[in-house]
């Protein structure tokens, strides 16, 4: 028997009760259904995202999926997992994206999804946010999981959160004055065309995914 | 063959494991370290750094969403 058992064994002969969860989870299923029937009626596109939302919610608390931990995992444990679950998300998100522009395209309409100016402000923000991120335990979508869960410290999170976004928001007009008018917007398939754009990036990701599970196991072999 | 805790209760996703990390090379072959922890995230990235290292994991859970995990220095 090795230290660990020991110690566990030693540890855990005052157990604590643990309090039944089965109840709140019979409540909440009824009131996400109850929810999903009249969002139905309303107007079937809601029900659908409202389901939706529902999945994705604990399909990120189940898989500890974490935009914070996909960046900062790898210099802190080594671990690529969660870096590379970031890049077949932006893959999958690329090619739904590529056939719905390309789809509006085709009908000759506008081109739908944001196309933001790039510049040296992206980098400034993105530093900025990145560093608020890990300091606060979780970007947007893993404050909101980690709430949910009971995490109290999240709740300062996102109340600063939404302060600074409510700031960002009020003084977004000043900012699209100085810096974001005069930077240029760059849309990939007009630069390299659409098969250079599409295959290019998902090459890019790729080549990413394979240098990240290098990463990860260069050490044990 | 000693026993050293680390409270991380209340700590967010990174800390927990930094905390470890400052802490380990203190620690012998054969000892044991104990975190006490209370944010799902680091249940996710200690056991991993740990186990990448070689070393041996336990994770028990103590209260609702309050868990130990034990890491036994093999090397």
Same mark, same amino acid.
């Given at each position: 028997?090795?230290?660990?058992?020991?110690?566990?064994?030693?540890?855990?002969?005052?157990?604590?009760?643990?309090?039944?969860?089965?109840?709140?989870?019979?409540?909440?299923?009824?009131?996400?259904?109850?929810?999903?029937?009249?969002? +139905?009626?309303?107007?079937?596109?809601?029900?659908?995202?409202?389901?939706?939302?529902?999945? %994705?919610?604990?399909? %990120?608390?189940?898989?500890?999926?974490?935009?914070?931990?996909?960046?900062?995992?790898?210099?802190?444990?080594?671990?690529?997992? %969660?870096?590379? +679950?970031?890049?077949?998300?932006?893959?999958?998100?690329?090619?739904?994206?590529?056939?719905?522009?390309?789809?509006?395209?085709?009908?000759? !309409?506008?081109?739908?999804?944001?196309?933001?100016?790039?510049?040296?402000?992206?980098?400034?923000?993105? #530093?900025?946010?990145?560093?608020?991120?890990?300091?606060?335990?979780?970007?947007?979508?893993?404050?909101?999981?980690?709430? !949910?869960?009971?995490?109290?410290?999240? @709740?300062?999170?996102?109340?600063?959160?939404?302060?600074?976004?409510?700031?960002?928001?009020?003084?977004?007009?000043?900012?699209?004055?100085?810096?974001?008018?005069?930077?240029?917007? #760059?849309?990939?398939?007009?630069? %390299?065309? @659409?098969?250079? !754009?599409?295959?290019?990036?998902?090459?890019?990701?790729?080549?990413?995914?394979?240098?990240?599970? @290098?990463?990860?196991?260069?050490? #044990?072999? | 063959?000693?026993?050293?805790?680390?409270?991380?209760?209340?700590?967010?996703?990174?800390?927990? *494991?930094?905390?470890?990390?400052?802490?380990?090379?203190? *620690?012998?072959?054969?000892?044991?370290?104990?975190?006490?922890?209370?944010?799902?995230?680091?249940?996710?990235?200690?056991?991993?750094?740990?186990?990448?290292?070689?070393?041996?994991?336990?994770?028990?859970?103590?209260?609702?969403?309050?868990?130990?995990?034990?890491?036994?220095?093999?090397?």
């Amino acid at each position: 028997m090795s230290e660990t058992t020991v110690i566990i064994k030693r540890r855990t002969q005052t157990p604590v009760k643990k309090k039944s969860q089965i109840g709140y989870t019979a409540a909440a299923l009824v009131v996400i259904i109850a929810m999903g029937v009249y969002l +139905a009626q309303v107007k079937t596109l809601l029900s659908i995202i409202w389901f939706l939302g529902i999945a %994705l919610g604990v399909i %990120l608390q189940k898989s500890r999926f974490c935009f914070t931990a996909s960046l900062r995992d790898p210099i802190l444990t080594g671990s690529t997992t %969660l870096t590379r +679950a970031t890049l077949i998300a932006f893959a999958v998100a690329m090619v739904g994206f590529a056939a719905l522009q390309f789809t509006t395209l085709l009908k000759g !309409g506008p081109v739908t999804g944001n196309v933001s100016p790039v510049g040296l402000h992206t980098v400034i923000g993105a #530093i900025l946010f990145g560093i608020g991120m890990v300091i606060s335990g979780g970007c947007a979508s893993g404050t909101l999981m980690r709430m !949910g869960e009971g995490f109290a410290m999240q @709740w300062i999170s996102i109340t600063t959160f939404i302060l600074g976004s409510v700031l960002g928001a009020i003084h977004f007009g000043w900012w699209t004055e100085n810096f974001f008018r005069a930077a240029p917007k #760059i849309y990939i398939p007009e630069v %390299l065309g @659409w098969a250079g !754009g599409f295959w290019g990036q998902l090459a890019v990701l790729a080549l990413l995914y394979v240098v990240a599970t @290098w990463y990860e196991y260069r050490n #044990i072999d | 063959m000693a026993e050293f805790t680390i409270d991380a209760l209340g700590e967010a996703c990174p800390i927990p *494991l930094l905390k470890v990390q400052k802490k380990w090379p203190e *620690l012998q072959r054969g000892d044991v370290l104990v975190v006490n922890i209370d944010h799902s995230c680091a249940l996710k990235n200690i056991p991993e750094w740990a186990r990448k290292q070689g070393q041996n994991v336990e994770v028990e859970e103590v209260e609702d969403g309050v868990w130990d995990i034990y890491i036994e220095k093999i090397d």
